[in-house]
């Protein structure tokens, strides 16, 4: 990525691609910032992804990256918080562990002086300087709008669609319900609500089993994610049921191959490693004293079988990567 990129103020569009406005020349960064980073977990490849690719941006920038695993724990992730702060950093991103357990940190960084950036769960008060993530509400609802077209098209009606859900109380979760739920409402399709399988696919795999035992006039399976999807897909097709369809979110590159058979769906794209560098150039502007937006859309795109070929994807996850910043 482009070293001197400036960021662009004001958002346009659904997509949420940045306004065309850069800052002038005066407004260059100072180099070698030390940024903090506190993640919820890496227990899943996205968040991995988006580690690496708010390193790749981080380097590529001069600065240094202090990257700290909360593993699940708000305590872990509120003693980790104040570490960053102890170390004077510049700024913080924050990837939350419960969207309103963080709020002593962000106290304390504001008392710091220090500007918070959230990325891809945002939080529940208190002070921050943007959210850098995407509209995970309309990623939910072009996917479901997805299922009912395929549905139609199958000449199918009053379908019994199972969904397998992130986790409890999570925004991205609720974000990506809601969507959803709201494309299928009226549809005459019926959703069952599955258990929380953290976003991990060795839990999709043990709720599969269950809920196909519980559930065998199934039509549709949505998961909140890919790698929860490819679960439930791995347990579909140890059972013989090629007859259910599949669908899920964030754009993994193994989930585009899967739709060679048309049974996988629909995903929506959520490149990880973009996410992390867009957010290693918002926290730059933000410990610069620059106005930021309070909402960073990094953009999103519906992909379905005959759209694969649309979006490389010889990485982890597929790319799209629509131009937020200025080059």
């Given at each position: 990525m482009n070293t001197r990129r400036t960021f662009l103020a004001g958002l346009a569009g659904t997509v949420s691609?940045?306004?065309?406005?850069?800052?002038?020349?005066?407004?260059?960064?100072?180099?070698?910032?030390?940024?903090?980073f506190s993640?919820?977990?890496?227990?899943?490849?996205?968040?991995?992804?988006l580690k690496n690719g708010a390193e790749a941006a981080a380097k590529a920038s001069?600065?240094?990256?202090?990257?700290?695993?909360?593993?699940?724990?708000?305590?872990?992730?509120?003693n980790d918080i104040q570490d960053l702060i102890t170390q004077g950093v510049s700024?913080?991103?924050?990837?939350?562990?419960n969207p309103e357990a963080v709020a002593p940190s962000l106290e304390a960084a504001a008392a710091a002086g220090i500007?918070?950036?959230?990325?891809?769960?945002?939080?529940t008060g208190g002070k921050v300087a943007a959210h850098v993530g995407r509209d995970?509400?309309?990623?939910?609802?072009?996917?479901?709008?997805?299922?009912?077209?395929?549905?139609?098209?199958?000449?199918?009606?009053?379908?019994?669609?199972?969904?397998?859900?992130?986790?409890?109380?999570?925004?991205?979760?609720m974000d990506r319900r809601d969507?959803?739920?709201?494309?299928?409402?009226?549809?005459?399709?019926?959703?069952?609500?599955?258990?929380?399988?953290?976003?991990?696919?060795?839990?999709?795999?043990?709720?599969?089993?269950?809920?196909?035992?519980?559930?065998?006039d199934v039509k549709v399976v949505y998961a909140h994610n890919d790698d929860m999807a490819l679960g439930a897909l791995q347990v579909l097709k140890e059972n013989g049921r090629d007859d259910v369809l599949i669908a899920g979110v964030d754009g993994l590159s193994e989930a585009l191959e899967a739709m060679a058979d048309g049974k996988y769906i629909a995903t929506a794209l959520n490149d990880p490693q973009y996410l992390g560098d867009v957010t290693i150039q918002v926290a730059r502007e933000a410990a610069a004293g620059k106005t930021v937006p309070a909402f960073v859309d990094a953009g999103t795109a519906l992909v379905t079988p005959d759209k694969v070929g649309?979006?490389?994807?010889?990485?982890?996850?597929?790319?799209?990567?629509?131009?937020?910043?200025d080059k």
């Open positions: 691609v940045l306004a065309v406005m850069a800052l002038s020349p005066a407004a260059a960064h100072a180099e070698g910032l030390k940024i903090g993640q919820v977990t890496l227990q899943s490849p996205f968040y991995v992804q001069g600065d240094t990256l202090v990257f700290l695993d909360a593993n699940g724990d708000v305590s872990k992730q509120n700024a913080i991103i924050i990837n939350p562990v500007p918070v950036i959230t990325v891809d769960r945002p939080v995970n509400k309309a990623m939910g609802k072009l996917v479901g709008e997805a299922v009912i077209a395929k549905l139609k098209a199958d000449g199918v009606t009053g379908a019994k669609v199972i969904e397998i859900q992130g986790d409890a109380g999570g925004a991205v979760m969507g959803f739920h709201a494309a299928l409402e009226g549809s005459g399709h019926t959703i069952v609500e599955g258990p929380y399988a953290e976003y991990i696919r060795a839990n999709a795999v043990t709720a599969m089993q269950d809920l196909l035992q519980a559930n065998a649309e979006y490389p994807h010889k990485e982890l996850f597929a790319e799209y990567r629509p131009q937020v910043l």
